[in-house]
């Protein structure tokens, strides 16, 4: 039985990608190591969490005898690199906690696995590191990030990140760890925290407050559906070229605006409300320190050389996601009181 760990487990795209790696994979055994900060929540994985491959640990990646004893525990055959901390609002505000966790946390498990694995053949194992698009920097009204665009992060997030995947291939370029990267662009789905702008809209649409648009609302992201985040991850897992980066995006270029209205739309429809009536909600507010302009992704790398392409339209995203919500109140209810700290706080309470 081969052993994977995954990192950060227990977060939006975490949960969705253990989901995915425990049910199809049953061969694998899949050790999920969390820290469960407020943005993680294991009540994100409890329809699998009984599954015989499935194991939680928590702890902080920055806790070198802790991620050196589970090497030693599961003698790991690869690794998938996804704790961070990952709210850019958070990063202005609190900055050191972004270089803690997502520079030294990083190069703590690059560190453990280097030594761990010094004994195994290259083709053997594997240390995949998840990062950003936000690590280029900011586009004008033209042009695509592609993976030899230059690095030029501009929020303490962005330049924790754009620090951590420098690591990664200085461990690959120095010591030969077998790395892959990947930059992805903005996701969305259920079990999003709702500090990002889709969960926090459709959240403050149900609860009638206002929507909070930063500046004019002109700002353009480009969003995939988490699942097929999800996706690309496991075939750049499987097939990517060791050393590469991989660029990964939806092809959904939207202004924040945009995506707020269609938000108000579709939920006065699948909440049975007068047409306008979420809408009359939206408030620009004071613009976010230094925000970027635009993102957008070319991923025709990671289309031509490993076939892979996202398989949910716009549409159809936003309509699962805003069902998914709508649908899961509790849900939004206990994340937003921190409730569920204190639920699984005691469950694994003497871990
Ligand atoms: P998230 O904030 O929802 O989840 C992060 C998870 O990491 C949480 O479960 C948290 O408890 C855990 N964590 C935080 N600090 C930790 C630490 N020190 N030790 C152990 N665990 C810790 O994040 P997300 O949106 O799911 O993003 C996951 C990864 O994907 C991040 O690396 C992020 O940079 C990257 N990414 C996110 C997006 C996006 O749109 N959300 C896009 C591209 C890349
Ligand atoms: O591009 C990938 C990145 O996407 C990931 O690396 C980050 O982890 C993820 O958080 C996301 O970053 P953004 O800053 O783009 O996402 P966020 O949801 O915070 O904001 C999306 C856009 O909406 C951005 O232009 C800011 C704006 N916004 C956000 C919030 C929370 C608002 O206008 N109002 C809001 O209340």
């Not at 939680?56 to 996804?82: C, P, R, T």
């Not at 480009?222 to 097929?228: M, N």
């Not at 070229?241 to 006065?268: F, H, M, P, S």
């Not at 925000?291 to 790398?301: G, N, V």
Request: aromatic residues 10%; hydrophobic residues 35%.
């Amino acid at each position: 039985m081969k052993t994977i760990l995954i990192t950060g487990g227990a977060g939006f795209i975490g949960s969705h990608l253990v989901r995915h790696w425990v049910q199809k994979y049953p061969e694998t055994k899949v050790v999920n190591l969390d820290k469960l900060t407020y943005a993680g929540n294991l009540e994100n994985l409890k329809d699998v969490e009984h599954l015989p491959n499935y194991v939680f640990e928590k702890g902080d990646i920055i806790d070198a005898s802790l991620i050196s004893g589970l090497f030693e525990k599961y003698n790991f055959d690869g690794v998938i690199h996804l704790a961070a901390e990952s709210h850019v609002d958070r990063s202005i505000s609190s900055p050191l906690d972004f270089i803690k966790t997502n520079i030294v946390g990083t190069a703590n498990l690059l560190n453990v696995a280097r030594d761990a694995w010094k004994e195994r053949a290259t083709g053997d194992v594997r240390f995949y590191h998840v990062s950003t698009d936000e690590v280029y920097g900011s586009l004008g009204a033209t042009g695509l990030f592609s993976e030899t665009t230059p690095y030029s992060p501009r929020s303490p997030y962005s330049a924790s990140k754009a620090s951590s995947d420098h690591l990664v291939r200085a461990y690959h370029h120095t010591y030969g760890l077998p790395v892959v990267i990947s930059n992805c662009s903005n996701n969305y789905g259920g079990y999003q925290f709702p500090e990002k702008l889709i969960p926090l809209i459709i959240h403050n649409i149900r609860n009638n407050k206002p929507l909070p648009v930063y500046g004019k609302g002109e700002n353009v992201r480009d969003w995939l559906y988490v699942g097929d985040h999800v996706q690309a991850i496991d075939i750049i897992f499987h097939k990517g070229t060791i050393g590469e980066t991989y660029n990964v995006g939806g092809n959904n270029e939207k202004q924040n605006i945009e995506i707020v209205r269609l938000l108000c739309r579709i939920a006065d429809r699948k909440l049975g409300r007068e047409e306008g009536s979420a809408e009359r909600l939206i408030t620009f507010v004071k613009d976010r320190a230094g925000h970027d302009l635009r993102y957008a992704i070319d991923s025709s790398k990671l289309q031509h050389e490993l076939g892979w392409k996202p398989s949910v339209t716009f549409e159809q995203g936003m309509e699962l996601t805003v069902d998914w919500y709508l649908n899961n109140g509790e849900w939004l209810s206990r994340v937003t009181s921190g409730d569920y700290q204190s639920y699984y706080e005691q469950m694994y309470s003497g871990r």
